[in-house]
């Protein structure tokens, strides 16, 4: 029988481990549920300084996964905790401040992963949302943290090996290849699913192009660096302060998925990422025509572009190595976001049951990237694809240097 942390056993388990100490003021909030799969609850642990005055000391983020006695060892886990080994193992990796690992303390027999919280960064999602402001030195700073990722374990066996490491007693899987349709909807399904949302299943079995264009990106897959292969916004942080910093803006947290991948894969989620903001902000009116819609959105394509372009840039400006083993890398990120557009949107469906005329734009919009890549960079960066190499290059030319893989210190401008 495994344990089950609830937020009134998590101090005692804590001082067991001897993360906090008997004198240790405590205090415990639970997280809402996000991915619905784990339990998040977030331990703030105080020290009396002056009788009566206490000061936050430390804040931890303690995870349990649900239903683990059901799946038997879980692998998510173990694979956030192996990334953090190999961050100790590899330097070079280790000292890379925006991957850098938080994990404190991992329980594989219960399956609860213990992180350092980072009380000064905010999740992106919820920034852009509060302040509706996208600067660009924060799109550039995720372009640069990942392609500085991709590029220091771009084809390296040791790496490579290392995250391929299985739990005891478990066999690991063969890469995961991202470019994976949408599944067939089973006679178990059907009856689970609102009869509005059949339309999606309707809509993406229409168009054989659409699946035609996925298993063409499949054929093409090659995994060849570490990934994170889950960045939504969710799981990238920025610092509140970030208008004052020089580096380390951004935080990539949420290893559980990362493994030996598909570098165009996670620059295709977080432009998925981007665009969503746009396409969730739609005009849903049934009369209106597609393009009408996609025009009068609250959060207007035009204004995310340049966020955009400024995260594909400063990845290239980070790794341009890729794009002599990847032509195609722009068209294939381009694909991968359509493709992650519309996972996402079945993933609604099977939660949340939803599926709406905004949901028909998107599927088309998803269509059109996975379709016809080529057109579809201009749609998404706002220029074309050799515009953008001549761009970039002429201003990497100018820098002359590789973009450091790691810088050694967060500090303030000006200090
Ligand atoms: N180290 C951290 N600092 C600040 N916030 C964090 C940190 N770790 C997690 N969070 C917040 O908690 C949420 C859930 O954590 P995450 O590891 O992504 O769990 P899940 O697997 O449930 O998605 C994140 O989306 C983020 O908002
Ligand atoms: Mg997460």
Request: aromatic share 12%; net charge negative.
């Amino acid at each position: 029988m495994t344990f089950t942390l609830s937020s009134h056993n998590v101090i005692q388990y804590l001082r067991k481990l001897g993360v906090c100490s008997l004198e240790d003021n405590v205090a415990v909030e639970e997280l809402p549920v996000t991915s619905g799969k784990n339990v998040n609850l977030l331990v703030t642990t105080f020290q009396e300084y002056r009788p009566g005055e206490n000061t936050a000391k430390h804040v931890l983020l303690v995870k349990q996964e649900k239903n683990i006695s059901a799946r038997g060892i879980p692998q998510e886990f173990f694979q956030e905790w192996l990334f953090s080994q190999m961050l100790q193992k590899f330097p070079v990796l280790g000292n890379i401040a925006e991957i850098a690992s938080l994990v404190v303390h991992f329980d594989e027999e219960n399956s609860i992963l213990v992180r350092n919280y980072l009380g000064e960064y905010l999740e992106l999602g919820k920034f852009y949302q509060t302040y509706n402001i996208y600067p660009c030195e924060i799109a550039a700073a995720i372009g640069t943290s990942l392609g500085v990722l991709h590029r220091a374990t771009f084809n390296r066996r040791e790496y490579r090996d290392f995250i391929a490491a299985a739990p005891q007693g478990q066999f690991r899987y063969q890469f995961y290849n991202p470019a994976q349709g949408i599944e067939s909807i089973s006679p178990d399904t059907f009856g689970e699913i609102a009869s509005e949302a059949l339309q999606f299943y309707i809509l993406y079995q229409r168009y054989e192009s659409v699946e035609a264009a996925i298993a063409k990106l499949a054929t093409l897959w090659e995994p060849c660096c570490l990934t994170h292969n889950d960045l939504k916004l969710e799981n990238i942080l920025v610092h509140s302060r970030w208008n004052q910093l020089d580096n380390c803006l951004v935080r990539l947290i949420d290893w559980e998925a990362c493994a030996w991948g598909e570098p165009a894969f996670d620059l295709g989620t977080v432009v998925a990422s981007y665009l969503r903001m746009w396409l969730e902000s739609l005009v849903r009116d049934p009369a209106m025509e597609l393009e009408e819609s996609l025009q009068l959105a609250a959060v207007p394509l035009e204004t995310l572009q340049p966020s955009i372009l400024a995260l594909v840039q400063a990845y290239l400006v980070a790794f341009p190595m890729i794009l002599e083993y990847r032509r195609d890398l722009i068209e294939q990120v381009v694909q991968f976001a359509g493709l992650v557009l519309l996972h996402q949107m079945q993933q609604s469906i099977q939660y949340r049951k939803h599926f709406d005329n905004s949901s028909i734009c998107i599927f088309q919009v998803a269509k059109a990237l996975l379709t016809n890549s080529q057109e579809s960079i201009s749609t998404v960066l706002g220029i074309s694809k050799s515009q953008l190499l001549g761009e970039t290059f002429t201003n990497f030319a100018n820098k002359q240097n590789l973009v450091r893989l790691y810088q050694s210190k967060t500090y303030l401008r000006g200090c």
